[in-house]
């Protein structure tokens, strides 16, 4: 109280001032004066006038603002949206995964793909399993779209597996409806090949491709692909069969590396037999 006091007196001119200009301003809107009258006109106009412009920058600013949180907003949700649908689309490949993995009388080990190779014509996969997990050299790999490939190289938790769009992977076929026996390999384009198969044998388009009880690597039935294509090759004993992989290669997330080793006596006995 007692700086308020000191302040009044010390600037006692000033506030006397304000004050007066004060009840001035409080008693101008009261005079009908009518120069009052128009300078009261004047003044508001000009008000007016200035608040326009005022009143844009002001608009210009808030709707920046706005605009800056919506999309910020738009952005958070777009991101709630894709991992929505990412945890959907996982959810629905787990479940086929589930399914798969319950039909198979093998046990599987399930491994996520890490890497791959840039090789165009020698294909190869990366896996996040290995030998602590049970996974051996030659083990089958597949995925409940069919099959996917081989086991070449294994360390203790990483594994490194040989797809079917290799040009070095062979496995013996059959047809499933006819029964007819074969070599599936690829050449380098977009399609499998069924290879050594007759003319004269039944094999049309549309035919389901499985794994054979010949593989030493592969049990029976695994399923490869579609027949897409059948022609008759001019000038050759054989047919021209492509086959459509039932794995899409270009999408391959997660798959399942068989715990299956080929009967060792056979092989030996077959191997011993190539020899003489």
């Known amino acids: 109280m007692q700086r308020l006091i000191y302040f009044m007196q010390v600037y006692r001119e000033y506030v006397i001032l304000a004050a007066l200009i004060a ?129 070449v190289l294994t360390s203790d938790n990483y594994s490194i597996g ?3 769009l290799n040009m070095d992977f062979r496995t013996s076929a059959k047809v499933e409806r006819s029964r007819i026996d074969g070599i599936v390999q690829w050449d380098g384009s977009t399609h499998l090949r069924l290879s050594n198969v007759a003319k004269t044998l039944d094999v049309n388009e549309g035919d389901v491709i499985v794994t054979s009880e010949y593989s030493n690597i592969f049990p029976p039935g695994i399923f490869i692909g579609i027949v897409s294509r059948v022609q008759n090759i001019p000038g050759s004993i054989t047919k021209d069969i492509r086959v459509q992989p039932g794995v899409d290669f270009s999408r391959l997330e997660e798959v399942f590396v068989m715990l299956y080793k080929a009967d060792e006596e056979k092989i030996t006995l077959e191997e011993y037999f190539d020899r003489r």
């Open 162 to 164: 040989q797809v079917l």
């Open 23 to 151: 009840i001035s301003v409080a008693l101008f809107p009261l005079n009908d004066n009518p120069q009052i009258k128009q300078l009261r006109a004047y003044t508001i106009a000009g008000l007016g006038f200035l608040h326009e412009p005022v009143s844009v920058v002001t608009e210009t600013v808030t709707l920046r603002a706005e605009n800056q949180r919506l999309r910020r907003s738009n952005i958070q949700l777009a991101d709630e949206v894709y991992q929505l649908r990412e945890a959907r689309l996982e959810n629905i490949r787990l479940r086929r995964k589930l399914e798969f993995k319950e039909r198979s009388s093998y046990d599987l080990v399930a491994a996520r793909v890490v890497g791959q190779s840039i090789d165009a014509v020698r294909n190869t996969i990366t896996l996040n399993v290995g030998k602590n997990n049970g996974v051996r050299e030659q083990m089958p790999i597949v995925s409940e779209s069919g099959l996917v490939g081989r086991v």
